[in-house]
C-alpha cells in the first residue's frame, strides 16, 4: 500500500512540475512573441520621417536592413510601420494571411484618385470591380488592343524625333494615350481628351505634395482639378446613355455591369474607378519604360541582339509595312527577357503598403493592431541570395525561373497588378518601333536616380530620338505601318 502511495506521489508530483514547465515555456513563448519588431520608431510623431525624405528610399531600407535583419520597425509621416523583406514575409502578407492586413492610403490620397477606386477596397465590393477591370485587361482584349498601341507608340514617338527631351515625361504620354484607348477606347473626342490630360496631370502634381487645404496650393490646385474630372466624368458618361451605345471599353464594361440583385454601379463608383485605374497605370509603366532605354542604351551588345530579333518581325511585316500582332508579341523571348530583368533592376514599386487589422504575430514579433505594413519588393529583387550579382544588369538570368515569391513586380495576392499585360505589352511594341525604326542618344549622365514617387533616371533621362539610318522617314520610300487603321479595321486584320 505505501508502495503504491509512494508511486502516486511522485507520479502527481511529476505531472505538477511537467505542467510549471509548460507554463512557464508558454510565458516566455508569448513574452517573445509581444516583442516588437527591432528597429527605432524616431522621435515621438515625427518618428524617422526626416531621415527618409533627406536620403533615397534605397539608401534609407539597406541601411536598416543591415542593421536590424529582414523584420524591422520604423515610424514615417506618424504612422509605425514594420518593414519585412523576405520572401516569405511578402507571401504571408499579401497572399497566405492577407485577410489579417487590409489596404491602406492616406486620407488625402483616396480624396484624390476616388475613394471608390477597388484599390482602397476589400471583400465583395473589392472582387466584383476587379474582376471587371482584369476582364478587360485579359488577352482577348489585348489582343485587338495591339495596333492602338502601335498607333500611340508610332505618335508618341514620331513627336520626339529629332529632339532632345525627358525620356520620362514623353513615356507619360504615351502610357496616358494608352489608359484612355483603353478605358474609352477611340471614342473620346480629342479636345474631351486633352481637358482630361490637363486636369489629370494637376492632380496627379498634388497627389504627393503635403495635404494643406490652403488656395494656391498644389493639393487644393489639385482637388479642385480632381472635381473638374469629375464633372467632365459625368458628361461623358451622360453622352454615352443618350447614344443609347455603352461602348466596347472598359468604360462600357463597368456602365453595364449589374450586380446579383441587379443594381448597377452609381457614376461615381464608375468614375472613381476609371481615374484609378488610369492613375496605376500612368506613373509605373511610363517608369519602367524610361529604364528599358536607359538599359538598353547602357549594353549595346544586348540592344543588338534585341535589334535581329525585332529586325526579323519587321522584315516578316513587309519592312514595318504590316502592323504587328498579337502572336508576333508572343515570340519575342530576347526582349521578354530584357523586360523582365528591367522589372527587377528597375524595381519601381519598392515597397507595397498595408494595415494590422489585428495584432499578428510573426517570427517571434508582434505587429499590433494599427500598425502599416511594408513587403519590400524591392529588398528581394536586389537580394544576392535570391538573384546572384543583383547589380549587374543580366536578362539571361530569367532563362531560369525566379524561385518562387522573390520576383513580384506586379505584386502578389488579391490586389495583384491586373494591368501586368497590358503593361508588358506595351513594352513589347515600344521596344519593337525603338529599335527597328530609330536610334537614342542619351544626353549627360544618366546614372543618378530621382523619385517622383517612383525611380526613374535623373531629369527623366534626357535623350535626342533620330531615325535609323536605314529607315527613311519619307513615306514613300518606307510607308508606316498600317498603324493608323482605325482600330477596328487594324484589329479585324490582325484577328
Ligand atoms: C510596369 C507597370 C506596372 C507596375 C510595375 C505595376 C505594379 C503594381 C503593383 C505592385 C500592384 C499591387 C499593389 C499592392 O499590392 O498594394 C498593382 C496594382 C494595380 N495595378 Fe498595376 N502596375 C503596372 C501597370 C498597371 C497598368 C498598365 C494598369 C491598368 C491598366 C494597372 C492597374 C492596377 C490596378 C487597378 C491595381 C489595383 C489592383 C487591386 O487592388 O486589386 N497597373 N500594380
Known amino acids: 500500500m505505501a508502495f503504491f502511495l509512494a508511486v502516486a506521489f511522485i507520479y502527481i508530483v511529476s505531472l505538477a512540475v511537467l505542467l510549471v514547465l509548460l507554463e512557464a515555456s508558454r510565458r516566455r513563448r508569448a513574452a517573445k512573441d509581444d516583442k516588437l519588431p527591432p528597429g527605432s520608431l524616431g522621435l515621438p510623431f515625427v518618428g524617422e520621417t526626416l531621415q527618409l525624405y533627406s536620403m533615397s528610399p534605397k539608401a534609407f531600407f539597406s541601411s536598416r536592413l543591415e542593421k536590424y535583419g529582414e523584420v524591422f520597425k520604423t515610424q514615417v509621416l506618424g504612422c509605425p510601420c514594420v518593414i519585412l523583406a523576405s520572401p516569405e514575409a511578402?507571401?504571408?502578407?499579401?497572399?497566405?494571411?492577407?485577410?489579417?492586413?487590409?489596404?491602406?492610403?492616406?486620407?488625402?490620397?483616396?480624396?484624390?484618385?476616388g475613394p471608390q477606386a477597388l484599390f482602397f477596397h476589400e471583400g465583395d465590393y473589392h472582387l466584383r470591380l476587379r474582376r471587371l477591370v482584369q476582364g478587360w485587361l485579359g488577352p482577348d482584349a489585348l489582343c485587338a488592343l495591339?495596333?492602338?498601341?502601335?498607333?500611340?507608340?508610332?505618335?508618341?514617338?514620331?513627336?520626339?524625333?529629332?529632339?532632345?527631351?525627358?525620356?520620362?515625361?514623353?513615356?507619360?504620354?504615351?502610357?496616358?494615350?494608352?489608359?484612355?484607348?483603353?478605358?474609352?477606347?477611340?471614342?473620346?473626342?480629342?479636345?474631351?481628351?486633352?481637358?482630361?490630360?490637363?486636369?489629370?496631370?494637376?492632380?496627379?502634381?498634388?497627389?504627393?505634395?503635403?495635404?494643406?487645404?490652403v488656395p494656391g496650393t498644389r493639393y487644393s490646385r489639385a482637388i479642385k482639378a480632381r472635381q473638374r474630372l469629375g464633372a467632365i466624368m459625368s458628361g461623358i458618361l451622360a453622352a454615352r446613355r443618350a447614344n443609347g451605345y455603352l461602348g466596347d471599353d472598359l468604360l462600357g464594361t463597368l456602365?453595364?455591369?449589374?450586380?446579383?440583385?441587379?443594381?448597377?454601379?452609381?457614376?461615381?463608383?464608375?468614375?472613381?474607378?476609371?481615374?484609378?485605374?488610369?492613375?496605376?497605370a500612368q506613373d509605373t509603366t511610363a517608369s519602367v519604360l524610361t529604364?528599358?532605354?536607359?538599359?538598353?542604351?547602357?549594353?549595346?551588345?544586348?540592344?543588338?541582339?534585341?535589334?535581329?530579333?525585332?529586325?526579323?518581325?519587321?522584315?516578316?511585316?513587309?519592312?514595318?509595312?504590316?502592323p504587328l500582332t498579337w502572336a508576333q508579341t508572343r515570340r519575342m523571348p530576347v526582349t521578354n527577357l530584357v523586360i523582365l530583368?528591367?522589372?527587377?533592376?528597375?524595381?519601381?514599386?519598392?515597397?507595397?503598403?498595408?494595415?494590422?487589422?489585428?495584432?499578428?504575430?510573426?517570427?517571434?514579433?508582434?505587429?499590433?493592431?494599427?500598425?502599416?505594413?511594408?513587403?519590400?519588393?524591392?529588398?528581394?529583387?536586389?537580394?544576392p541570395k535570391f538573384f546572384e550579382d543583383p547589380q549587374q544588369f543580366n536578362p539571361a538570368r530569367f532563362k531560369v525561373t525566379p524561385r518562387p515569391g522573390t520576383f513580384l513586380p506586379f505584386g502578389s495576392g488579391v490586389h495583384a497588378c491586373p494591368g501586368n499585360d497590358l503593361a508588358k505589352l506595351e513594352m513589347l511594341v515600344l521596344i519593337h518601333r525603338l529599335v527597328t525604326s530609330y536610334r537614342w542618344d542619351v544626353i549627360g549622365s544618366s546614372d543618378a536616380v530621382t523619385y517622383s514617387p517612383f525611380p526613374v533616371p535623373k531629369h527623366g533621362l534626357q535623350a535626342r530620338l533620330r531615325r535609323a539610318p536605314t529607315v527613311s522617314a519619307d513615306p514613300d520610300a518606307a510607308p508606316e505601318p498600317e498603324v493608323a487603321l482605325a482600330p477596328a479595321a487594324a484589329a479585324a486584320r490582325t484577328a
Open 341 to 383: 530583368e528591367s522589372l527587377r533592376m528597375a524595381s519601381i514599386i519598392t515597397f507595397t503598403f498595408r494595415e494590422a487589422v489585428e495584432d499578428v504575430h510573426y517570427q517571434g514579433f508582434k505587429i499590433p493592431k494599427g500598425w502599416k505594413v511594408m513587403p519590400l519588393l524591392r529588398s528581394i529583387h536586389h537580394s
Open 255 to 280: 456602365m453595364r455591369y449589374r450586380d446579383d440583385d441587379g443594381a448597377a454601379l452609381s457614376d461615381d463608383q464608375v468614375a472613381d474607378n476609371v481615374i484609378g485605374v488610369l492613375f496605376a
Open 146 to 213: 495591339v495596333p492602338d498601341v502601335e498607333a500611340a507608340v508610332a505618335s508618341t514617338l514620331g513627336g520626339w524625333e529629332g529632339r532632345v527631351a525627358s525620356t520620362f515625361h514623353t513615356m507619360k504620354r504615351l502610357t496616358f494615350d494608352v489608359g484612355v484607348i483603353t478605358i474609352f477606347g477611340g471614342r473620346l473626342a480629342e479636345h474631351v481628351k486633352e481637358e482630361l490630360r490637363s486636369n489629370y496631370f494637376v492632380v496627379e502634381k498634388g497627389y504627393n505634395s503635403f495635404p494643406i487645404p
Open 291 to 322: 529604364w528599358i532605354l536607359k538599359f538598353l542604351h547602357d549594353h549595346p551588345k544586348l540592344l543588338e541582339a534585341v535589334k535581329a530579333e525585332q529586325m526579323a518581325f519587321y522584315e516578316e511585316n513587309d519592312g514595318g509595312r504590316l
Open 90 to 113: 511578402a507571401k504571408m502578407v499579401l497572399v497566405s494571411q492577407a485577410h489579417l492586413f487590409k489596404p491602406t492610403y492616406p486620407p488625402s490620397k483616396e480624396r484624390m484618385i
